[in-house]
């Protein structure tokens, strides 16, 4: 299990991360999103063992993760800006992880090619951005890490190979039990791959849980006709007689609330991941405005 409790960094007079508590439960797929300068990476570079936190601890399974070889060896970490040495091929690179990280697959390493067609003996740095995304996975993975932590992982992958990619993360997962944690602006896939989900902004974490128990507690209710004052509400529109309101609470609690104030017509429908994002943020402030009109 990851976990930050009450993690404090300041740079200078900036306090990026403040009293932020992180909980990644052992086996899960943990979706970390939030705002641009939210303090995502920052966090994950504590994870990893980058940083030193001001105040607070940083842990894996109990143990501290700064200066500790022996749980950094548990945790592979793919950046949002990958490194590779200058000259270096993907042998090179591989003959570098297997060096550090005494797991290192080599036969997965070599089936691994299937998946990613790479040139062996070209230089790195001449793949494209996508290729060079690609080797970062084929080489991360073959560490068999207990950990893996991921920052915009598919940015600047096709879209097969963003597929392919989740796939064997999940595969992963399945079969070994891998914590994964993702931070990730694509909303939209994180849905799909993720089953627990934080939301940060401002350095701090505004909820965290999993992604059943926040998809039911916040609704989509339109509505025809008078709104219950004992609704909990996040936010509200309306199109003509149609008021659609997001609405927080349990699920059949708001359909007995709602029905007992005899509406024209109602529905209650799913929040995307997306939508619960926006509105936890602070709603319309969030919302998209055009200025143009």
């Not at 403040?18 to 999103?33: A, F, I, Q």
């Not at 529109?237 to 699920?251: F, I, Q």
Request: contains cysteine.
């Amino acid at each position: 299990m990851l976990e930050m409790k009450n993690v404090t960094k300041t740079f200078g007079s900036f306090a990026a991360l403040k009293d932020l508590d992180m909980t990644v439960p052992k086996g899960s797929v943990y979706g970390l999103v939030g705002p641009n300068g939210a303090g995502k990476t920052t966090a994950l570079r504590h994870l990893t063992g980058v940083y030193r936190q001001d105040r607070g601890e940083v842990l894996l399974d109990g143990q501290p993760i700064f200066e500790n070889a022996a749980a950094k060896a548990r945790i592979g970490s793919i950046p949002d800006d990958v490194f590779y040495f200058p000259s270096a091929t993907m042998e090179d690179m591989r003959r570098f992880y297997q060096g550090i990280w005494p797991q290192f697959d080599r036969e997965l390493y070599e089936r691994l090619y299937e998946v990613f067609p790479l040139p062996k003996k070209d230089q790195i740095r001449r793949f494209s951005k996508g290729m060079q995304k690609q080797a970062a996975f084929h080489l991360t993975l073959c560490t068999r890490p207990e950990v893996l932590i991921l920052d915009e992982p598919v940015d600047g992958l096709d879209p097969v190979m963003r597929r392919q990619v989740w796939s064997l993360i999940l595969a992963d997962v399945s079969q070994r039990q891998t914590t994964v944690l993702i931070s990730s602006h694509n909303l939209r896939e994180l849905e799909d791959v993720c089953d627990h989900v934080g939301i940060m902004d401002h350095g701090k974490m505004l909820l965290q849980r999993s992604l059943a128990d926040m998809q039911g507690a916040t609704h989509k209710l339109q509505i025809v006709g008078d709104v219950p004052e004992a609704l909990q509400v996040l936010h509200e529109s309306a199109s003509g007689r149609l008021r659609t309101l997001v609405v927080r609470g349990e699920l059949e609690q708001i359909r007995q609330t709602v029905a007992a104030a005899s509406p024209v017509y109602f529905d209650i429908l799913p929040l995307s991941l997306e939508e619960i994002f926006i509105y936890e943020l602070g709603g319309v402030d969030y919302e998209v405005k055009n200025i143009l009109l």
